[in-house]
């Protein structure tokens, strides 16, 4: 962990290194993309990082790091990792890429505080990059070594079998191993990272959710056309690529499943909570639960604009109702029916049973919100576990 001198520095220099992370996270993209375009072009999101969501979500990762290291001497927060690590395989990160961030960070560090940046604050903050760094890589090879996978090296093809306009906005994908070979094993609520050529020639990768069990020899994702025009930028190019491009028979590039929100072995009570296109692991979730006979009560909860805006309302449902012990409420903005309930998703009412687990799958806001509601309740935090699409702002303190 971090040495006693480096802690004292770190310690010292965390509100200014702290306040001017937005600075440096901005400078430091800029000068890793004039160096390395091909970056930019086929691994980095080029929607969030026109939006300036990816760089937040580094501030608030380095900030988070750094403060736990100084509170919490010993340890380090292998939760904050591990969904890292995951994100990183699933894009096929490799060792070799640290150094290169490792360089173009520590310049806009330099050039962002200048004189403040002594060479004890910089041997102090290369210890916690480095610290940060090979606690990722350990965790990256020991996923690429699960999966017998080369690291780095995650891809394969995969054939459409068949799609589904789920809504207006939603299209679902059947897909199978190009080869014939045998599907990688997954867990419950894990997503795979779908690579695409787009007209320009960049191959841009974006991160879906296996809705389906994971026993089933056919991959399910769904995929909900985002509008980037409403942000000035390219968001939503994978997107609009695959609903507009994407029919059966064609092929992608599909990685190997990651994700760290995953449903463990447990016979206690769950909480499955999703708000839009959230709702895609708790479908997987709910698919093995009732493949598996769970027994414990499971309460499904999920909010959205209205019945039609509800991709797989009709599946999330009926996946329910396979359950022992299981009861699924909806929450509707506008057009809910005498079964669903109208407005936000309110949890004052609903049964909570002794050691219930939580799973939370949706826009932070409606995340935020549920993960109060359930404290409240007195749910214990470490009972709560949630996944976030995209860079994950919840340590950056954005909604």
């Not at 045998?182 to 296996?210: H, K």
């Not at 991959?219 to 000035?232: Q, S």
């Not at 206690?268 to 493949?291: F, N, Q, R």
């Not at 009926?318 to 929450?331: C, S, V």
Request: hydrophobic letters at 45%; one cysteine or more.
């Amino acid at each position: 962990m971090l040495s006693e001198k480096s802690t004292a520095t770190v310690r010292a220099t965390l509100p200014a290194v702290g306040a001017a992370l937005g600075d440096i996270t901005d400078l430091f993209y800029r000068k890793l993309f004039a160096a390395h375009p091909e970056l930019l072009r086929d691994l980095f999101n080029r929607g969030n990082q026109a939006a300036g969501l990816q760089k937040q979500a580094l501030a608030g990762s380095v900030a988070a790091f750094a403060t736990y290291l100084v509170e919490h001497p010993g340890t380090r927060p292998d939760v904050m990792l591990e969904r890292i690590a995951h994100k990183h395989a699933s894009l096929g990160v490799t060792r070799a890429q640290y150094p290169i961030v490792h360089r173009h960070l520590f310049a806009a560090v330099a050039e962002v505080l200048g004189d403040a940046v002594t060479p004890e604050v910089a041997e102090a903050w290369d210890e916690v990059y480095w610290l940060m760094a090979n606690a990722l890589i350990t965790i990256e090879e020991r996923l690429y070594a699960a999966q017998q996978v080369a690291a780095g090296d995650v891809w394969r093809t995969w054939q459409v079998l068949d799609r589904t306009e789920e809504t207006a906005d939603c299209a679902t994908f059947r897909l199978v191993p190009a080869d014939g070979a045998p599907a990688p094993a997954f867990r419950p609520g894990q997503y795979v990272s779908v690579q695409v050529e787009l007209a320009d020639g960049a191959r841009q990768i974006r991160q879906y959710s296996l809705s389906c069990a994971p026993g089933s020899p056919v991959r399910t994702i769904t995929v909900k056309r985002v509008d980037g025009t409403a942000g000035g930028g390219p968001d939503g190019e994978v997107s609009h690529h695959l609903h507009e491009r994407v029919r059966p028979g064609d092929t992608l590039r599909v990685s190997a499943p990651y994700g760290d929100l995953v449903l463990a072995d447990t016979s206690a009570p769950l909480l499955l909570a999703s708000a839009g296109i959230g709702c895609t692991p708790m479908l997987s979730m709910l698919d093995h639960l009732a493949g598996t006979g769970h027994r414990a009560p499971v309460t499904v909860i999920h909010g959205d604009r209205s019945p039609a805006d509800h991709a797989l309302r009709g599946e999330h449902r009926a996946l329910t109702r396979k359950l022992a012990d299981a009861e699924a409420l909806f929450w509707y903005e506008e057009g809910a029916s005498e079964e669903d309930r109208t407005g936000l998703v309110d949890l004052t009412a609903v049964p909570l049973a002794p050691g219930t687990r939580a799973y939370l799958c949706g826009p932070l806001p409606f995340m935020r919100a549920v993960r109060e509601q359930l404290l409240a309740r007195g749910v214990p935090a470490a009972h709560i576990h949630y996944e976030v699409f995209g860079p994950d702002l919840w340590l950056a303190g954005t909604s």
